[in-house]
T-cell receptor, first 114, second 111 residues
Framework: ETGVTQSPTHLIKTRGQQVTLRCSSQ?????VSWYQQALGQGPQFIFQ???????GRGNFPPRFSGLQFPNYSSELNVNALELDDSALYLC?????????????FGDGTRLSIL | QKEVEQNSGPLSVPEGAIASLNCTYS??????FFWYRQYSGKSPELIMS????GDKEDGRFTAQLNKASQYVSLLIRDSQPSDSATYLC???????????FGTGTRLTIIP
């Protein structure tokens, strides 16, 4: 069984640039959630995709956007990068629509904004 | 009031002792509760889930849930140095797939 994979592992960008982070869900999972984890904090929910549709969004501005593909992999796009966007970005997959299913995280992408 | 609260620690426990980690949550409609372990620089790893009142045991780990008190805890028996990590409590509300996390408790097992 293949787990959740994310790419790239690390990324360095400058203010104002745009970035795309990628996530492949665990085999059999149809739901992908994205979280931002700042240093010393718990992960904060950005949004979730279930069967290619956005299924909930946290308190993040519209410059954070995403999509999910037919194979349930997903992308997180962030435009107009700000210094505060420096964080660990986590993708979690789960089997949605079947009750209490836990989310399993990938290794994350560490994004640094200079 | 934060939605999910944890003591940030650090919590130091001698090797072989019981480590007790606590978490409180504010929303009474919360339905599902999870404990994740996160090593420094790594991603969270699910170690326990609990959905109904009472205790749930898995190896050296026991999760305890008290919905009336809005309290969930994690006990680690026979603590090992490899248990040293940050433990994140996460809550999911009914009808909502998102997880709300606490800030985590940093646990150090002293050999």
């Amino acid at each position: 069984e293949t787990g959740v994979t994310q790419s790239p592992t690390h990324l360095i960008k400058t203010r104002g640039q745009q970035v795309t982070l990628r996530c492949s869900s665990q085999s059999g999972h149809n739901t992908v959630s994205w979280y931002q984890q700042a240093l010393g904090q718990g992960p904060q929910f950005i949004f979730q995709y279930y069967r290619e549709e956005e299924n909930g969004r946290g308190n993040f501005p519209p410059r954070f956007s995403g999509l999910q593909f037919p194979n349930y992999s997903s992308e997180l796009n962030v435009n107009a990068l700000e210094l505060d966007d420096s964080a660990l970005y986590l993708c979690a997959s789960s089997m949605g629509g079947v009750g209490n299913q836990p989310q399993h995280f990938g290794d994350g992408t560490r994004l640094s904004i200079l | 009031q934060k939605e999910v609260e944890q003591n940030s620690g650090p919590l130091s426990v001698p090797e072989g002792a019981i480590a007790s980690l606590n978490c409180t949550y504010s929303d009474r409609v919360s339905q599902s509760f999870f404990w994740y372990r996160q090593y420094s620089g790594k991603s969270p790893e699910l170690i326990m889930s609990i959905y109904s009142n009472g205790d749930k045991e898995d190896g050296r780990f026991t999760a305890q849930l008290n919905k009336a008190s809005q309290y969930v805890s994690l006990l680690i028996r026979d603590s090992q140095p490899s248990d040293s990590a940050t433990y994140l409590c996460a809550v999911r509300n009914f009808g909502n797939e998102k997880l709300t996390f606490g800030t985590g408790t940093r646990l150090t097992i002293i050999p």
